[in-house]
């Protein structure tokens, strides 16, 4: 069956960095587009950075600059480094992998920014 499993979160002080990651099996990785998301509490899910089968790349205009979406089709993964961290980035981040109507999500990784 296709698993998604985020790493890498955890507690940052503002200005911090981390660098989130994505597993995937079970799952052709290079044929779907990856999308990183997060949600706060009593918040829609957004997106944050997407990254296409193709490799382009799409930002929230909120982490342009700070935030850099990448993948690994050979290893299956995909990254999100994340830099110059503020504390409204503080959610929950899942990584999603798309092809047409099938979509798969990951259970989501904490990020706390706070000092």
């Known amino acids: 069956q296709v698993q998604l499993v985020e790493s890498g979160g955890g507690l940052v002080q503002p200005g911090g960095s981390l660098r989130l990651s994505c597993a995937a099996s079970g799952i052709i990785f290079s044929l779907y587009d990856m999308g990183w998301y997060r949600q706060c509490p009593g918040k829609p899910r957004e997106l944050v950075a997407s990254?296409?089968?193709?490799?382009?790349?799409n930002y929230a205009d909120s982490v342009k600059g700070r935030f850099t979406i990448s993948r690994n089709n050979a290893k299956r993964t995909g990254y999100l480094p994340m830099n110059s961290l503020k504390p409204d980035d503080t959610a929950v981040y899942y990584c999603?992998?798309?092809?047409?109507?099938?979509?798969?999500w990951g259970q989501g990784t904490q990020v706390t920014v706070s000092s």
């Open positions: 990254i296409t089968s193709g490799g382009s790349t």
């Open positions: 999603n992998l798309k092809s047409g109507e099938r979509s798969y």
